[in-house]
C-alpha cells in the first residue's frame, strides 16, 4: 500500500514540477489560468489561505458540491493528518488533528459553526447545509481559541444571503441501500439592498448497512431532517446584524457494533435479540453584529446550542437477552465574544518602518449538561445471588460549566518582508459535579459525587513569517494550547475528575504559488510535546461506559504536504501527504497498563488524497464532467493497548455527469472496490470473545443525482 502510494505521487509529482516553471499567460502576458483565491478566517480575521502562517486546508463550497461531501468528516478527507473516528450514530464523531483527540464532552479538536464553539462533540457533525467553507486549521489554537483547541479547530462557515439577486438550487440524489437526500436552498433580498433572507433545508435517509440476523432486518439506517434559516440587515454601510437559525432532528438506527472477531469473518452482520435506536435533536440561534470602523472593527457573536439525544441499545451485542441500555442526554449551552481587531487598512505606526496590526476579545460561556443512563440486567447476569432483573443507573449525573476567557494578540510588521506574532490568552472556568450511581433493587449502597473545581490557564503563541516574494512565505511558530480538566459522568471510584492537558507545538512552514500562480503548493513540519496527555477508557464497572483519565508524557512529529494545480482549462488536480509519528512517552500510564513508546490510538500513521475533476463543454450551454478522488488511510490501533488495530487501506470515489445552465444530472460512485475496513473499535473485555466491538466502514454505495439552480 505505501509504495504504491509513494510511487503514484512521484508518478504525479514530475509532470506538477513541469508545469510549475511553465508560465500561465497569453502572448500580452495576461494570466490565463490561477488556482482560485481562498479566503479563511483561521486566526478570527479575513485572510487568503496562501498569507496565513497556520497550517490550514480550506475545502470551499464548490469542493463540497463537487465530491459530494455531506459531513464534516467527508470534507477531511482533504485535509492531511485529520483523522475521525465516528460511530453508526452522528452524534460520536471525533476529530483527531495529528494524534490529539479526546472523547466526545471533552474534544480535543473543537468545532466552530459561525462562531460558535460546540463544547460537546455531539453536535459537531450535522448535516452541511448552505455551507461556504470548512476550514481545518491544525496545531493548537488557544492563543485565539481558548479551551479545547489544542489540537486545532474545525472552522464550518456558512453562506451569506444575496443582497443582489434570488438565487437557489433544490437537488436530489437517489442510489443504493434505499439512499434518498434531497437538499434546496434559496437566498435574496428582502428590501432593496439592506435586508435579505437566506432559507436551505433538506431530508436524509438511506437503509442500514449491517443485517441483525436474528430479525432478518437492517441494524444501522440513517434518517434526518434538517434547516437553516438566515436574516442579513445592513443598515448601513458600516453595520450589520446576521441571524442563523439551524436545526436538525435526526432518527437513527442502533449501533452496528459487534465482536470484531466475528465482523473480519463476516463483515456487515450482527446478532443480537434487541434493536435499538439513537435519536437526536438540535436547535441553535445565533446572532452576529460588525461594525467595521475607520480604525478599529468590532464583531459580537452570541450563540445558543440546545440538544438532547436518546439511546437505546442491546449492551451484551448477543442473541441472549442479558443487558440493555438506555440512555438520555441533553444540554443547553451559551457562549458571548466580543472582538476588536484593528481595521484592515488601518496599521499602527510603531517606530521608523514598523507597523502592528492587532486584535483583542472577550469570551463568556456557561453549559448546563445532565445524563440519565440505565442499564437492564437479567436475572443472575450480575451475580449468581442476584436471581432478578437489576437496573443500574450509571450514571444520573448533572454537569455545570461556566467560564471566560481574554485574549490580545499584536502582528508586527517590520518592512514589507518580515512579520511577527505575539499572541496570549488567559482562561477562567468552574465546574460542578453531581454525579449518581444506584441500583435498583438496591443490591449496594449508591455512590454520590457532589463536588466543584477551577482550572485557570495562559497560553501564549509566537510566529515569524518571512515573504521571500508576493507568492512565497516561509513561516515558524511556537504555541502552547491545552484540553480543559474537568469531570466524568460516571468513573471508577477515585477517577471521578481529570486534570487538564497541556503542549507546546513547534511548527516550521512553508506555503508558495507556482507558475504564474496555477500551482499552490504548501508544506509544513511540527513536533508536539505532551504533559498530562488525557486518554479514553473504558469503565471495568460498567459496559460499554468511558471515562477520562491522565495518562501522562506522549510526543508527535510529522509532516504535511498539500498541492493543488489548475493544469489546463477546465481541469484540476489535487494531492495532500500527511506523516504523524505520535506515542506515548516514558512512564506513561492508561488504565493500570504501562504504556511507555505505545502509539497514540486513532492516529494514522500517514493519510493521503489524490484526484482530479476534468470539465469539458459540448456545447455553448452544456458541459461535461468527470472526477475522481483517492483516500488513503495508513495503520492505526483503536486503543491506548495497542492490542487491536486496522490496517491500511484505501478507498476510491468517483463521478461523472452533465451541466447546463440550469439543470445538471450525475452518476456516483463512492468505495468502488468495496474495501473493507472496520474503523473504529473499543475495548469490551468479558462480553466481546475478541475482547473489542467493531463497526464497520461504509462498503460501496452508487446512485445518481440531478438538480436545478438560479
Known amino acids: 500500500m505505501r509504495r504504491r502510494l509513494i510511487a503514484f505521487m512521484v508518478a504525479f509529482g514530475a ?24 479566503t479563511v478566517t483561521a486566526e478570527k480575521e479575513p485572510e487568503n489561505v496562501q498569507k496565513a502562517p497556520v497550517s490550514v486546508t480550506a475545502v470551499t463550497k464548490d469542493t463540497l458540491e463537487a465530491s459530494g461531501a455531506r459531513t464534516v468528516s467527508d470534507a477531511a478527507e482533504f485535509a492531511p493528518n485529520t483523522y475521525f473516528s465516528e460511530f453508526g450514530a452522528r452524534k460520536l464523531s471525533n476529530p483527531r488533528f495529528r494524534g490529539v483527540g479526546a472523547g466526545p464532552l471533552n474534544p480535543g479538536v473543537t468545532t466552530y459553526i459561525d462562531g460558535v464553539p460546540q463544547l460537546t462533540a455531539n453536535t459537531s457533525s450535522t448535516e452541511l447545509a448552505d455551507v461556504e467553507r470548512i476550514e481545518f486549521v491544525r496545531g493548537p489554537q488557544s492563543a485565539l481559541y481558548g479551551r479545547n483547541s489544542l489540537g486545532g479547530v474545525v472552522n464550518i462557515v456558512s453562506t451569506r444571503p444575496s443582497l443582489d439577486r434570488w438565487t437557489g438550487s433544490a437537488i436530489a440524489p437517489f442510489g443504493s441501500f434505499g439512499t434518498a437526500d434531497v437538499r434546496a436552498s434559496v437566498s435574496g433580498p428582502l428590501a432593496g439592498n439592506r435586508l435579505a433572507l437566506g432559507i436551505s433545508g433538506g431530508y436524509a435517509r438511506r437503509d442500514g448497512f449491517t443485517e441483525n440476523t436474528v430479525t432478518g432486518s437492517d441494524l444501522d439506517s440513517r434518517s434526518a431532517s434538517f434547516t437553516k434559516t438566515q436574516l442579513l440587515w445592513t443598515p448601513s454601510s458600516t453595520w450589520e446584524t446576521r441571524f442563523i437559525l439551524s436545526s436538525e432532528r435526526a432518527r437513527d438506527g442502533d449501533y452496528a457494533l459487534q465482536d470484531l472477531g466475528s465482523l473480519r469473518a463476516q ?37 445558543f446550542v440546545s440538544w438532547e439525544t436518546s439511546d437505546r441499545t442491546d449492551l451484551d451485542y448477543t442473541p441472549l437477552p442479558l443487558i440493555t441500555r438506555a440512555n438520555d442526554e441533553e444540554s443547553l449551552q451559551f457562549t458571548q465574544e466580543f472582538r476588536a481587531a484593528s481595521s484592515r487598512d488601518a496599521s499602527m505606526a510603531v517606530a521608523g518602518d514598523v507597523t502592528m496590526r492587532w486584535q483583542a476579545g472577550l469570551f463568556l460561556f456557561a453549559q448546563d449538561y ?58 477562567r472556568e468552574s465546574k460542578r459535579a453531581l454525579l449518581e450511581t444506584s441500583y435498583e433493587p438496591m443490591i449496594a449502597p449508591p455512590t454520590v459525587v457532589d463536588q466543584e473545581k477551577s482550572f485557570t490557564d495562559v497560553s501564549p503563541q509566537f510566529t515569524a513569517a518571512y515573504h521571500v516574494s508576493p507568492s512565497q512565505m516561509i513561516y515558524a511558530t511556537a504555541a502552547r494550547g491545552f484540553k480543559a480538566g474537568g469531570f466524568n459522568a460516571a468513573s471508577p471510584s477515585g477517577s471521578e475528575s481529570y486534570d487538564p492537558e497541556h503542549a507546546w507545538n513547534y511548527e516550521v512552514g512553508v506555503k508558495t504559488l507556482l507558475g504564474s500562480s496555477r500551482v499552490s503548493l504548501n508544506g509544513s513540519l511540527f513536533f508536539i510535546d505532551w504533559d498530562d496527555l488525557q486518554v479514553y477508557l473504558p469503565n471495568p464497572l460498567v459496559p460499554a461506559q468511558f471515562f477520562v483519565d491522565n495518562a ?111 439543470l445538471f444530472a450525475e452518476a456516483w460512485l463512492r468505495n468502488a472496490f468495496d474495501t473493507t475496513y472496520i474503523p473504529t473499535a473499543i475495548a469490551y473485555p468479558g462480553l466481546a470473545p475478541s475482547g473489542y466491538l467493531g463497526e464497520m466502514g461504509a462498503p460501496r454505495t452508487f446512485g445518481v443525482r440531478a438538480g436545478v439552480t438560479f
Open 15 to 38: 509532470p506538477m514540477a513541469a508545469l510549475a516553471q511553465q508560465p500561465a499567460q497569453d502572448d500580452q502576458g495576461v494570466v490565463r489560468l490561477r488556482v482560485p483565491p481562498i
Open 267 to 303: 463483515p456487515f452482520v450482527a446478532a443480537r435479540d434487541y434493536e435499538g435506536f439513537t435519536h437526536r435533536d438540535i436547535l441553535a440561534p445565533t446572532v452576529i453584529v460588525h461594525r467595521a470602523g475607520r480604525q478599529v472593527d468590532f464583531t459580537s457573536t452570541t450563540g
Open 370 to 427: 445532565d445524563q440519565n443512563a440505565v442499564n437492564t440486567f437479567s436475572p443472575y447476569v450480575l451475580s449468581e445471588f442476584v436471581p432478578f432483573q437489576t437496573l443500574q443507573r450509571s450514571p444520573t449525573a448533572a454537569l455545570d460549566d461556566t467560564g471566560f476567557g481574554v485574549y490580545g494578540r499584536g502582528t508586527f510588521q517590520f518592512g514589507s518582508r518580515f512579520d511577527g506574532t505575539i499572541g496570549l490568552r488567559a482562561d
Open 552 to 662: 501522562g508524557a506522549a510526543s508527535s512529529k510529522g509532516v504535511e504536504i498539500e498541492l493543488n494545480a489548475r493544469l489546463l482549462q477546465g481541469c484540476d488536480f489535487f494531492t495532500g501527504f500527511g506523516y504523524t509519528n505520535a506515542r506515548f512517552g516514558a512512564g506513561s500510564m492508561s488504565g493500570g497498563l504501562d504504556v511507555t513508546d505505545h502509539r497514540l490510538p486513532n492516529t494514522p500513521d500517514y493519510t493521503a488524497n489524490v484526484g482530479g475533476q476534468y470539465s469539458v463543454a459540448f456545447t455553448e450551454a452544456v458541459s461535461g464532467y468527470a472526477r475522481a478522488e483517492i483516500v488513503f488511510r495508513g495503520d492505526y490501533f483503536y486503543d491506548d493497548s495497542n492490542a487491536e488495530g486496522q490496517d491500511a487501506y484505501s478507498l476510491s470515489n468517483f463521478r461523472f455527469g452533465a451541466r447546463g445552465k440550469r
